[in-house]
């Protein structure tokens, strides 16, 4: 229960008025209600709907590809007799560990792949997580190898075990790392910073981000260089609005996920 | 079969990828395009249409009737990273404005282009800047920006204190006189400040107490990091700004005040100007003050203050924070880009650069007479505005219309009394960029240990100061600081003999 | 009592092992087609892999050279080890490096025993809408900006009008603490607010694995008349350990990194703070002031290399105690 403490207080402060906050300090309870964050922060509201829909896109389309791709490549390495799998395994689990940075990666892919400023540069370098990968590998691994074999005699190819026997008793690891990958989409606000200028295609958490940033930047400037500063919005209280309004929608989608991590189905029942 | 079909697909994912190009418009038979970066609110609703209107009125001007210029707007807080990103790919840039950038670097590095040559082929660009003022924009000598002519002033501090206190308890002319006589912020100015500290105390009326503010650098200009020299010096010495009296002054006195409860307990987890002129607020804060003062103090304070000034004179540092633009060095058309510059610092190209800088007349602003207009968003627009850029990015502030939050006077107040006016002190070291590159790990660990260090003694949090002070001073020493005093005097002094 | 379920469990357990063990022996590997098949399975992500991770890691010879953004990193000069310089001589690197691997240990311990318990506890909770309720609420924190997670940490903690030393204060404690200027609280303040981040997240994978477990065990355990204590004990943590043992091999990978966010907002960068506070991360950022590229590509490529060689060791350690639990 005090775990919930924490996100009542987020809501509060998110509706309470600025003023009441600087002068009493945060409490669970708003003593003056006033909506202004959320105001200025849907003072676009065209802008931000667009924030929405370039995200959600972009989100389904790389947990389905993404869980896809993952799926494939760690059921070969789940195999033991797959004879490539150490040097799979370590060519995956190698790119965990090191990175070449954001200069390189930039270069490739906007320069030699030009997928900057569109929607594909949110997808596609993402698709390979090598962490949720392994994960998966450890819980085929976990599938016992009479099934694999029993399918093996009666002919199925890879691709068929793949699809008709391993996938199906995998929906609560499938499931897991489908909605760990959907919060990572959702909450990517890094790469609209870097590569996307076209207005249409910020991503939401970039959106809201940049509402925050811009406003301190000002407020930064007016400090350094003497300017008045005209900007009076509400910083304070905008912080918790944005988590909202980050987060609402994931959270109505989780139970859906719940689900699945409920239903794995049981061994037991597909020996028999 | 299935299996066939999921290579395709994911084959022909990638492909399609690698065919989407974009391609920019190149440059066709005869026209010339300019790619212009800049920092700013970022891409607005309004930006395209004023754009294609400001590369329309551009043909109308002698030399550019073939040019294109496309504007990408920055957000100011990206900038730097963007920037550095666009050049490692090699994106084809013309004009660069250099706000957030460290330019001397980039000039040596070879990234922007020397404008000397260029500039002495056209007179009216050159007269647009007073020569001293010229030094902003060279490295080792040579030119590689156009400054942005705006207040090159650095910002004028002073302290604050709710007037009704001050009438009642502050002697201000003695403390206004101490700090105007020291000229440096040492302890006479600490302990002056006592008195009326004393007094508030003695009364009850001591409150939020005591902040401390840019008082230790009051007579110093700073080069780099946390090094600086003391302006009134003939001869430039450069000195650790964590070890000079006046840094010591104030961790005596922050030492002292803190443990009389001046200073509030939890003053390192706050943000200050979140309790400046309040009711219940600071007693003595710290403020800019310029000539218009009051109405700032009273468009942001629920009471009246009063100011006590630092210094009764106003200073020109060598670094100008606002930068000004300049041609890359791999810019294919640096003739057009020179005329482009000019055209938005000059008389000339007065109407194009207010066009550019406020929008469209009718739809973002109105007209007033010649010189105002009103604007239809406040004066910082921001990404959610219809349009609106940043006057002292595009050019030359002289040029740029009044708005409404301009006084009448202000030019005036600004290109005259302020740039130029005779209470107006010029650093000695107007041009001179300081060459970091063989310290720059030494300055890093200095950073690194000063801001373990300056917050707790600044506020006289450290319990012992003494110690504290001692152990930061050998942390200093560790990190190389000597080397790195040594280095920039020999390049001051190097500056100034080649100067003569 | 407990001897016979333990009993009961371990012959399933030898059972199991001896078909693998079986299985093992007359491996042949697989025939070329099957190795192809499974081959092509994992070729798109390997081409993924390389075109997106392994040609940008050329790019990590910046750390070897003096960047220059207009030159490239090819046409970049060598300067050699010179811009480790920063990290290795500096005072403090010693300091930093222990607080890292430190914060590193402490939250791989904390986080999995929180998760694993959490994990077990939902799993044996019936109402269904209790366990979303709970699990909705856990994950609430992975979608809070790190700057406000360190707000609320500062609602707490504040000195003057914190929940914290209010309750503090009706236990009659006198006078208040003023946290931030502390060093000795924060390793405590720092894993309650990561385990309260993480926790949500880290149990589901557990409670997955959980889901995923053949309840026939835990039903012939009951019947056997073992308690839930003792079906969790020798049946369920059993099933999650090879979920634990790689989780904890993966976190040995980044022993000599930190969450950046958390420790430079949490504690709002205060240097008093520091002797406690202050990791690899943070130290890099506040010195690069200036950004320099080549000094943080090399620092970085410091902690991954030596990540690489503690998953090594550990996963070497790992496979000579029961091999199937290694990464290879």
């Given at each position: 229960m005090i775990y919930i403490l924490p996100f009542i207080l987020v809501i509060s402060v998110s509706i309470s008025s600025e003023n009441t906050v600087k002068v009493f300090g945060y409490t669970l309870f708003p003593k003056v209600i006033s909506l202004d964050a959320y105001k200025s922060i849907f003072a676009n509201p065209g802008q931000i709907l667009q924030g929405y829909k370039i995200t959600i896109m972009f989100t389904v389309m790389t947990t389905i590809l993404s869980t896809i791709v993952m799926t494939l490549v760690a059921y070969p390495m789940s195999r033991r007799n797959y004879k490539l799998r150490n040097l799979l395994t370590f060519y995956v689990f190698f790119t965990m560990l090191f990175s070449g940075g954001l200069v390189p990666s930039y270069i490739i892919n906007s320069k030699i792949l030009h997928l900057d400023n569109t929607i594909w540069i949110y997808i596609i370098p993402g698709l390979v997580s090598a962490w949720n990968v392994i994960l998966i590998r450890t819980f085929f691994q976990g599938l016992p190898e009479s099934l694999v074999e029993s399918a093996k005699l009666d002919g199925a190819s890879e691709l068929r075990t793949y699809f008709q026997i391993i996938m199906p008793l995998s929906t609560p690891v499938v499931a897991t790392v489908a909605f760990m990958t959907v919060v990572a989409k959702w909450n990517d606000w890094n790469t609209a910073l870097i590569y996307i200028r076209d207005q249409n295609l910020y991503s939401l958490q970039y959106l809201l981000q940049k509402i925050l940033r811009e406003t301190e930047f000002v407020k930064k400037m007016a400090a350094e260089t003497g300017m008045l500063s005209n900007v009076d919005t509400p910083t304070e209280t905008m912080k918790f609005a944005l988590a909202m309004v980050a987060a609402g929608p994931v959270l109505v989608v989780f139970p859906f996920f719940q689900k699945y991590f409920a239903e794995g189905l049981t061994i037991g029942a597909i020996k028999g | 079969m299935k299996k066939i079909v999921l290579l395709l697909l994911s084959a022909s994912m990638l492909i399609s990828v690698c065919g989407c190009q974009t391609t920019k418009t190149g440059n066709q038979e005869g026209k010339v395009a300019l790619k212009w970066i800049m920092p700013g609110p970022g891409e607005q609703e309004d930006s395209q249409k004023v754009w294609i209107e400001f590369n329309k009125k551009l043909k109308e001007y002698p030399e550019m009737e073939n040019v294109d210029v496309d504007i990408e707007v920055i957000p100011a807080s990206d900038y730097k990273q963007k920037f550095l990103l666009m050049q490692t790919s090699g994106e084809q840039i013309d004009l660069a404005q250099t706000y957030t950038l460290n330019f001397a670097t980039e000039s040596r590095n070879g990234v922007f282009l020397p404008l000397d040559d260029l500039i002495s082929k056209t007179i009216k660009l050159k007269n647009v800047l007073p020569d001293w003022e010229w030094d902003f924009g060279k490295v080792d000598g040579k030119t590689y920006i156009v400054p942005n002519n705006q207040m090159m002033v650095s910002a004028v501090w002073g302290f604050r204190t709710p007037k009704n206190l001050a009438d009642k308890y502050m002697d201000k002319e003695k403390i206004q006189n101490t700090i105007f006589k020291n000229k440096t912020f040492n302890k006479e100015c600490y302990s002056v400040l006592e008195e009326y500290l004393d007094t508030l105390a003695a009364n009850g009326e001591l409150r939020k107490g005591f902040v401390t503010g840019t008082q230790t650098t009051l007579g110093y200009e700073n080069i780099e990091s946390i090094y600086a020299f003391n302006i009134f010096d003939e001869h430039p010495k450069i000195v650790n700004l964590r070890q000079t009296d006046e840094f010591k002054a104030l961790c005596e006195y922050a030492d002292k005040w803190y443990k009389k409860g001046y200073i509030r307990p939890d003053i390192l987890t706050v943000t200050p100007a979140d309790d400046y002129g309040k009711a219940d607020g600071y007693t003595l804060w710290t403020e800019q003050t310029w000539k218009n003062w009051k109405e700032n103090d009273k468009s942001k304070y629920t009471m009246e203050t009063e100011p006590i000034m630092y210094a009764n004179y106003y200073y020109m540092p060598a670094k100008s924070a606002a930068g000004g633009t300049a041609i890359m060095a791999t810019s294919k058309h640096s003739k057009e880009a020179l005329r482009l510059i000019e055209l938005m610092n000059s008389e000339e190209g007065k109407e194009l650069y207010n066009l550019l800088v406020y929008g469209i007349e009718g739809e973002h602003f109105e007209k007033v007479n010649d010189e105002r207009i009103n604007l239809h968003y406040k004066s910082d627009p921001t990404s959610s505005d219809k349009y609106g850029l940043w006057r002292w990015v595009v050019g030359n502030t002289y040029y740029a219309y009044k708005v409404?939050?301009?006084?009448?006077d202000f030019k005036d107040y600004l290109f005259n009394e302020l740039n130029c006016g005779d209470k107006t002190i010029r650093s000695k070291l107007l041009g001179f960029q300081p060459d970091l590159t063989e310290i720059s790990s030494k300055i890093a660990q200095v950073n690194a240990v000063s801001g373990e260090y300056s917050g707790s003694l600044g506020n006289g949090v450290s319990g012992d100061w003494q110690k504290t002070y001692q152990e930061f001073s050998d942390k200093l020493e560790k990190s190389g600081n000597s080397e790195i005093i040594q280095e920039l005097q020999r390049q001051v002094d190097d500056f100034l003999a080649n100067k003569k | 009592m407990e001897s016979l379920i333990k009993h009961e469990v371990e012959k399933l357990n030898v059972q199991l092992q001896h078909e693998r063990i079986n299985k093992r022996r007359d491996i042949k590997y697989y025939t070329l087609k099957e190795n192809f098949e499974l081959s092509l399975l994992a070729l798109p992500a390997v081409i993924l892999l390389f075109i997106f991770n392994y040609m940008p890691m050329?790019?990590?010879?910046v750390a070897f050279k003096r960047f220059r953004p207009n030159l490239g990193i090819f046409g970049s000069g060598w300067v050699g080890f010179k811009n480790f310089e920063f990290f290795f001589t500096s005072q403090d690197a010693w300091r930093v490096a222990r607080n890292t691997v430190l914060y590193s240990f402490d939250f791989m311990i904390v986080n999995l025993v929180g998760a694993v318990l959490i994990a077990i506890l939902l799993y044996n909770i019936r109402n269904k809408i209790a366990v979303k309720a709970y699990n909705t609420v856990m994950i609430l924190p992975k979608f809070l900006s790190m700057v406000l997670i360190a707000f609320i940490v500062y609602a707490v903690l504040n000195p003057t009008a914190g929940v914290m030393n209010q309750i503090l204060h009706l236990f009659g404690f006198n006078g208040t603490i003023n946290w931030y200027a502390e060093p000795k609280w924060w390793p405590l303040i720092l894993t309650i607010t990561n385990l309260w981040m993480g926790i949500g997240m880290n149990s589901i994978i557990y409670y997955a694995a959980l889901v995923g477990m053949d309840t026939a065990l835990l039903e012939a355990a009951q019947i056997d008349g073992a308690t839930k204590w003792q079906q969790t004990r020798y049946v369920s943590i059993p099933h999650i350990v090879p979920i634990m043992t790689i989780t904890t091999i993966l976190a040995f990978g980044s022993i000599f990194s930190g969450d950046f966010g958390l420790f430079y907002q949490t504690t709002m960068d205060?240097?008093?703070?520091?002797?406690?506070?202050?990791i690899i991360n943070t130290y890099v950022f506040r010195g690069l002031q200036n950004g320099n590229l080549e000094i943080s590509a090399a620092v970085g490529l410091f902690q991954s290399v030596v990540g690489l060689i503690m998953i090594l060791i550990v996963n070497g350690i790992v496979r000579k105690i029961s091999p199937e639990n290694s990464m290879f």
């Amino acid at each position: 229960m005090i775990y919930i403490l924490p996100f009542i207080l987020v809501i509060s402060v998110s509706i309470s008025s600025e003023n009441t906050v600087k002068v009493f300090g945060y409490t669970l309870f708003p003593k003056v209600i006033s909506l202004d964050a959320y105001k200025s922060i849907f003072a676009n509201p065209g802008q931000i709907l667009q924030g929405y829909k370039i995200t959600i896109m972009f989100t389904v389309m790389t947990t389905i590809l993404s869980t896809i791709v993952m799926t494939l490549v760690a059921y070969p390495m789940s195999r033991r007799n797959y004879k490539l799998r150490n040097l799979l395994t370590f060519y995956v689990f190698f790119t965990m560990l090191f990175s070449g940075g954001l200069v390189p990666s930039y270069i490739i892919n906007s320069k030699i792949l030009h997928l900057d400023n569109t929607i594909w540069i949110y997808i596609i370098p993402g698709l390979v997580s090598a962490w949720n990968v392994i994960l998966i590998r450890t819980f085929f691994q976990g599938l016992p190898e009479s099934l694999v074999e029993s399918a093996k005699l009666d002919g199925a190819s890879e691709l068929r075990t793949y699809f008709q026997i391993i996938m199906p008793l995998s929906t609560p690891v499938v499931a897991t790392v489908a909605f760990m990958t959907v919060v990572a989409k959702w909450n990517d606000w890094n790469t609209a910073l870097i590569y996307i200028r076209d207005q249409n295609l910020y991503s939401l958490q970039y959106l809201l981000q940049k509402i925050l940033r811009e406003t301190e930047f000002v407020k930064k400037m007016a400090a350094e260089t003497g300017m008045l500063s005209n900007v009076d919005t509400p910083t304070e209280t905008m912080k918790f609005a944005l988590a909202m309004v980050a987060a609402g929608p994931v959270l109505v989608v989780f139970p859906f996920f719940q689900k699945y991590f409920a239903e794995g189905l049981t061994i037991g029942a597909i020996k028999g | 079969m299935k299996k066939i079909v999921l290579l395709l697909l994911s084959a022909s994912m990638l492909i399609s990828v690698c065919g989407c190009q974009t391609t920019k418009t190149g440059n066709q038979e005869g026209k010339v395009a300019l790619k212009w970066i800049m920092p700013g609110p970022g891409e607005q609703e309004d930006s395209q249409k004023v754009w294609i209107e400001f590369n329309k009125k551009l043909k109308e001007y002698p030399e550019m009737e073939n040019v294109d210029v496309d504007i990408e707007v920055i957000p100011a807080s990206d900038y730097k990273q963007k920037f550095l990103l666009m050049q490692t790919s090699g994106e084809q840039i013309d004009l660069a404005q250099t706000y957030t950038l460290n330019f001397a670097t980039e000039s040596r590095n070879g990234v922007f282009l020397p404008l000397d040559d260029l500039i002495s082929k056209t007179i009216k660009l050159k007269n647009v800047l007073p020569d001293w003022e010229w030094d902003f924009g060279k490295v080792d000598g040579k030119t590689y920006i156009v400054p942005n002519n705006q207040m090159m002033v650095s910002a004028v501090w002073g302290f604050r204190t709710p007037k009704n206190l001050a009438d009642k308890y502050m002697d201000k002319e003695k403390i206004q006189n101490t700090i105007f006589k020291n000229k440096t912020f040492n302890k006479e100015c600490y302990s002056v400040l006592e008195e009326y500290l004393d007094t508030l105390a003695a009364n009850g009326e001591l409150r939020k107490g005591f902040v401390t503010g840019t008082q230790t650098t009051l007579g110093y200009e700073n080069i780099e990091s946390i090094y600086a020299f003391n302006i009134f010096d003939e001869h430039p010495k450069i000195v650790n700004l964590r070890q000079t009296d006046e840094f010591k002054a104030l961790c005596e006195y922050a030492d002292k005040w803190y443990k009389k409860g001046y200073i509030r307990p939890d003053i390192l987890t706050v943000t200050p100007a979140d309790d400046y002129g309040k009711a219940d607020g600071y007693t003595l804060w710290t403020e800019q003050t310029w000539k218009n003062w009051k109405e700032n103090d009273k468009s942001k304070y629920t009471m009246e203050t009063e100011p006590i000034m630092y210094a009764n004179y106003y200073y020109m540092p060598a670094k100008s924070a606002a930068g000004g633009t300049a041609i890359m060095a791999t810019s294919k058309h640096s003739k057009e880009a020179l005329r482009l510059i000019e055209l938005m610092n000059s008389e000339e190209g007065k109407e194009l650069y207010n066009l550019l800088v406020y929008g469209i007349e009718g739809e973002h602003f109105e007209k007033v007479n010649d010189e105002r207009i009103n604007l239809h968003y406040k004066s910082d627009p921001t990404s959610s505005d219809k349009y609106g850029l940043w006057r002292w990015v595009v050019g030359n502030t002289y040029y740029a219309y009044k708005v409404q939050t301009d006084t009448d006077d202000f030019k005036d107040y600004l290109f005259n009394e302020l740039n130029c006016g005779d209470k107006t002190i010029r650093s000695k070291l107007l041009g001179f960029q300081p060459d970091l590159t063989e310290i720059s790990s030494k300055i890093a660990q200095v950073n690194a240990v000063s801001g373990e260090y300056s917050g707790s003694l600044g506020n006289g949090v450290s319990g012992d100061w003494q110690k504290t002070y001692q152990e930061f001073s050998d942390k200093l020493e560790k990190s190389g600081n000597s080397e790195i005093i040594q280095e920039l005097q020999r390049q001051v002094d190097d500056f100034l003999a080649n100067k003569k | 009592m407990e001897s016979l379920i333990k009993h009961e469990v371990e012959k399933l357990n030898v059972q199991l092992q001896h078909e693998r063990i079986n299985k093992r022996r007359d491996i042949k590997y697989y025939t070329l087609k099957e190795n192809f098949e499974l081959s092509l399975l994992a070729l798109p992500a390997v081409i993924l892999l390389f075109i997106f991770n392994y040609m940008p890691m050329i790019g990590s010879i910046v750390a070897f050279k003096r960047f220059r953004p207009n030159l490239g990193i090819f046409g970049s000069g060598w300067v050699g080890f010179k811009n480790f310089e920063f990290f290795f001589t500096s005072q403090d690197a010693w300091r930093v490096a222990r607080n890292t691997v430190l914060y590193s240990f402490d939250f791989m311990i904390v986080n999995l025993v929180g998760a694993v318990l959490i994990a077990i506890l939902l799993y044996n909770i019936r109402n269904k809408i209790a366990v979303k309720a709970y699990n909705t609420v856990m994950i609430l924190p992975k979608f809070l900006s790190m700057v406000l997670i360190a707000f609320i940490v500062y609602a707490v903690l504040n000195p003057t009008a914190g929940v914290m030393n209010q309750i503090l204060h009706l236990f009659g404690f006198n006078g208040t603490i003023n946290w931030y200027a502390e060093p000795k609280w924060w390793p405590l303040i720092l894993t309650i607010t990561n385990l309260w981040m993480g926790i949500g997240m880290n149990s589901i994978i557990y409670y997955a694995a959980l889901v995923g477990m053949d309840t026939a065990l835990l039903e012939a355990a009951q019947i056997d008349g073992a308690t839930k204590w003792q079906q969790t004990r020798y049946v369920s943590i059993p099933h999650i350990v090879p979920i634990m043992t790689i989780t904890t091999i993966l976190a040995f990978g980044s022993i000599f990194s930190g969450d950046f966010g958390l420790f430079y907002q949490t504690t709002m960068d205060v240097g008093l703070l520091y002797p406690t506070t202050d990791i690899i991360n943070t130290y890099v950022f506040r010195g690069l002031q200036n950004g320099n590229l080549e000094i943080s590509a090399a620092v970085g490529l410091f902690q991954s290399v030596v990540g690489l060689i503690m998953i090594l060791i550990v996963n070497g350690i790992v496979r000579k105690i029961s091999p199937e639990n290694s990464m290879f």
